[in-house]
Structure formats: structure tokens, C-alpha cells
Nanobody, 125 residues
Framework: QLQASGGDLVQTGGSLRLSCLDSGFAMNTRRGIGWFRQAPGQEREGVGCINVHDGTTYYEDLVKGRFTISRDAAKNTVFLEMNGLKPEDTAVYYC???????????????????WGQGTLVTVSS
């Protein structure tokens, strides 16, 4: 029901916009969408999140100031705009949905109950 797309190969300093399409209208019953990534041989880590209904966003320190999350309710889509990409941003990026509404930062990944397939972002040096 969630499908991440938009991954590509880019050079250092480049930009990409990832999309998370909610084809099953999960956002009607969820309160937040999170973006996560997993690099080869590493554990999954959070990138940022958005409260679906009021649009408040939170970001992890590694991407703060470079990445922006937004939503288009009419298209049931959440976006991850990535600027100033670095080789260490190379990973498979996932979006996920949760019923948790947060006011202090992104929920941990275990509270997300709906996950989409990932999209690969490769940043060349």
C-alpha cells in the first residue's frame, strides 16, 4: 500500500526527490509517515517523519538542513526532498506509516506498522 520511488544514481552535492505513494489510503487511518534508510551492511536508521494531518516534520541530525519532507494530501503522497547529497547517504530508502502522532521527534521504527518497498539512492563521489 506504500510505495517509495524516485531513487537514482547522483553525484555528490546533487539532489533527488523521493515519493511515497499511499495507494491504499493508509493515511486515512495513520497519523504519521516516516522515512528510513538502510545502507549495505548497516542497520536501518531513521531519516525524518511527518505528521500527516498538520504537516509538522522532524529530522534526524544527519540530514537536518539538507532533507525536507512534505505531503500532498490530494495525491496521497509524501515526498522526501534531498539536497547536498553525500556518498554516505547511499542506501535503500523506505517510507512507513504509523498511528502515532508525535510532538517531540520521530517515533522509533518499531511503532511503524505499514512499510513500503524501498527505493535505492546511490551517491557517487
Amino acid at each position: 500500500q506504500l510505495q517509495a520511488s524516485g531513487g537514482d544514481l547522483v553525484q555528490t552535492g546533487g539532489s533527488l526527490r523521493l515519493s511515497c505513494l499511499d495507494s491504499g489510503f493508509a493515511m486515512n487511518t495513520r497519523r504519521g509517515i516516516g522515512w528510513f534508510r538502510q545502507a549495505p551492511g548497516q542497520e536501518r536508521e531513521g531519516v525524518g517523519c511527518i505528521n500527516v494531518h498538520d504537516g509538522t516534520t522532524y529530522y534526524e541530525d544527519l540530514v537536518k538542513g539538507r532533507f525536507t519532507i512534505s505531503r500532498d494530501a490530494a495525491k496521497n503522497t509524501v515526498f522526501l526532498e534531498m539536497n547536498g547529497l553525500k556518498p554516505e547517504d547511499t542506501a535503500v530508502y523506505y517510507c512507513a506509516a504509523t498511528t502515532v502522532y508525535t510532538t517531540y521527534g520521530c517515533p522509533r521504527d518499531h511503532v511503524y506498522d505499514l512499510w513500503g518497498q524501498g527505493t535505492l539512492v546511490t551517491v557517487s563521489s
